[in-house]
């Protein structure tokens, strides 16, 4: 398992040093900042001062190795648009994201497993058809329109909630719902599957058999068994927390992550998109750890082999 | 992930949804095909007194059957040229996500070895990052060129068939009929693209109905958050984006490329998993 675990972090460290590689040189060969920042028709002499300010004057691989440098040191560069250290600009709208994404993620959890877990217990009835049919329509519908119908329904018509913003208490409610409608769909398909498949397994007919009663079949043996591979898309969703609000929040005009990141990649704002891209793949990275770890722990077949789940 | 066992019960339950499914892309395909004459005005055509009327479902006249927007451009003409432009970019997107999918896993199943660790770590990382992200970098910062968005749609889902196909062509190239060709002297190309392939172009055939669907929502997203296709090309994500703007006085505007984008992608779902039954019992 220690050896296991090892390596998976020198796995996540190479992801995330992949990931700043391909931001670096993504964002520096498609175009030049310079340009971007200051208009086209902007003196030479300023030009000039600009690149040499931002050390674009150098070549890109030492631009690459100092960018590097800073990083390990923790400076990620300063923003481009007001010179802020981009860390810190971004690090400012994580609380609003979690505000919305830690809720959200809360409601698909009480929902979509409890749903999914009906809906395999008594397949084909008319619940779990319902349940089924609401889960299609949840991955079919885009989050932009779903927000937009809210938004239709819940402040134009009625009337009860603000349409955007954040200026209100009430104003987190639609964003919320709108992210948890979607993955609580995604979630409840998920688990009902994973539950589905574990029903139809022998060990289920022989602990029914040995005359245990239905309710500690299901307790004791179905849902630790359906728990593993919905622990995957848990892990992934929790993985999402950071920056699965992009659309939803360019709806809702909430000044989170994913507005942040809309705003700095139509201002070209390398920097900022540079630490966000890296925040995302250190939480997904970290996420798929922790799911691996919980893997061990509800899979003891993993513990000893230590091969993993999937 | 077993997103579409859903659907399937779904379909089993009502079968003539299956045939609706299929009507519905067949006029979207026809709409697309058709849009230059299906469309009353040109997409781009002003009419500054005929702003902001409603469809003929919301009391408006039939001149402008779905309505007009702020500008008084014709809803219809939009949303049937939105239809060709966002189908064009789906379709493509798919095409060289699967092209380029499956000769990777081609790639890492013929060679093994370090090549194959190369393409499984870049199939890792891909499934690792959310993709929108990784769209929203690469697009803005490169600019915003129709055929370099086509090709980022073709990034979007090319791990989920590199990743088939590998698999498939290991256990085909156990199969006595690979090795038997390649006895004969076949070419590595033959042997793949003559054999290897047609017999796994099924699952990867299932596949696309996955990923098409993706795609659009993709595409629509991006276009939605005014950073995918730009004016004056329209997409139905640019519609809905805009229409967003007149929300309270003409909900219209962005009601039926919704509506376009839901029917569609559902369509596409529920005839995938028909074909899925069809065509490959093993996934179900």
């Known amino acids: 398992m220690l050896r296991y675990l090892t390596g998976r972090l020198l796995r996540a460290v190479l992801t995330i040093f992949l990931v700043i590689t391909f931001a670096f040189f993504v964002l520096h060969l498609s175009g030049d900042p310079a340009m971007m920042i200051l208009s086209a028709d902007a003196p030479p002499e300023s030009v000039k001062a600009f690149r040499a300010a931002w050390g674009l004057d150098r070549p890109?691989?030492?631009?690459?190795?100092?960018?590097?440098?800073?990083?390990?040191?923790?400076?990620?560069?300063n923003s481009m648009r007001d010179g802020r250290p981009a860390v810190q600009l971004v690090l400012e709208r994580v609380p609003a994201t979690l505000a919305i994404t830690v809720p959200a993620f809360l409601l698909k959890l009480v929902i979509g497993i409890p749903a999914g877990i009906y809906a395999a217990l008594h397949r084909n009835s008319a619940a779990d058809r319902l349940t089924m049919m609401v889960s299609v329509a949840g991955f079919t519908v885009p989050s932009f329109v779903l927000a937009l119908v809210l938004v239709l329904v819940f402040s134009v018509q009625l009337g009860w909630l603000p349409s955007a913003g954040s200026d209100r208490p009430t104003s987190a409610i639609l964003p919320i719902v709108t992210l948890g409608i979607a993955g609580a769909a995604i979630l409840a398909r998920f688990t009902r599957s994973a539950m589905l498949e574990v029903l139809g397994q022998p060990y289920i007919r022989a602990a029914s058999a040995k005359g245990l009663q239905w309710r500690t079949v299901v307790v004791r043996h179905a849902l630790p068994n359906a728990a593993i591979p919905t622990t995957t898309i848990v892990g992934f969703m929790v993985g999402t927390l950071i920056a699965g609000a992009v659309v939803v929040e360019s709806v809702f005009a909430w000044p989170g992550i994913?507005?942040?990141?809309?705003?700095?990649?139509?201002?070209?704002?390398?920097?900022?998109?540079?630490?966000?891209?890296?925040?995302?793949?250190?939480t997904m990275?970290?996420?798929?750890?922790?799911v691996d770890v919980v893997y061990g722990w509800l899979d003891p077949r993993l513990r000893r082999g230590g091969a993993r789940g999937r | 992930m077993d997103v579409k066992g859903g659907v399937r019960r779904f379909f089993e339950a009502s079968p003539p949804l299956t045939l609706l499914a299929l009507a519905w892309i067949a006029f979207m395909v026809i709409v697309a095909f058709g849009a230059d004459f299906l469309a009353p005005y040109s997409f781009t055509a002003l009419d500054l007194r005929a702003r902001l009327h409603p469809p003929v479902f919301m009391g408006g006249?039939?001149?402008?059957?779905?309505?007009?927007?702020?500008?008084?451009?014709?809803v219809l003409s939009r949303l049937v040229m939105s239809i060709r432009l966002s189908l064009l970019i789906a379709f493509f997107g798919t095409m060289i996500a699967a092209a380029f999918g499956t000769a990777m896993g081609f790639v890492a199943a013929h060679f093994r070895g370090k090549v194959e660790a190369v393409i499984l770590m870049l199939i890792d990382f891909q499934a690792s990052m959310p993709f929108l992200i990784i769209a929203l970098a690469v697009l803005a910062f490169f600019g915003n060129n129709l055929v370099l968005f086509v090709m980022l749609m073709g990034l979007n889902s090319w791990e989920r068939y590199a990743r088939i196909a590998r698999g498939l062509t290991l256990s085909a190239n156990e199969q006595g009929y690979a090795a038997a060709v390649r006895q004969l002297g076949a070419s590595n190309l033959r042997v793949y693209g003559l054999h290897v392939l047609p017999n796994i172009a099924s699952t990867l055939i299932v596949s696309m109905t996955i990923t098409f669907p993706e795609t659009i929502l993709l595409e629509s997203g991006l276009s939605f958050l005014g950073l995918g296709?730009?004016?004056?090309?329209?997409?139905?994500?640019?519609?809905?984006?805009?229409?967003?703007?007149?929300?309270?006085r003409a909900p219209w505007i962005m009601l039926s490329p919704a509506a376009v984008i839901v029917l569609s992608t559902l369509s596409i779902s529920i005839v995938g998993d028909w074909l899925r039954d069809r065509l490959d019992p093993t996934l179900r």
Request: proline fraction near 2%; charge should be negative.
């Open chain 1, 285 to 290: 990275v970290t996420a798929n750890i922790v």
């Open chain 1, 258 to 282: 994913g507005r942040l990141l809309v705003s700095s990649v139509s201002n070209r704002d390398l920097a900022v998109v540079q630490v966000i891209l890296l925040l995302v793949a250190a």
């Open chain 1, 60 to 77: 890109l691989w030492i631009q690459y190795l100092a960018y590097v440098w800073n990083a390990l040191h923790g400076d990620l560069g």
């Open chain 2, 229 to 248: 296709v730009q004016p004056p090309l329209t997409s139905l994500g640019n519609m809905v984006g805009y229409g967003r703007e007149y929300l309270t």
């Open chain 2, 61 to 74: 006249k039939w001149a402008h059957a779905l309505g007009s927007d702020e500008l008084g451009r014709d």
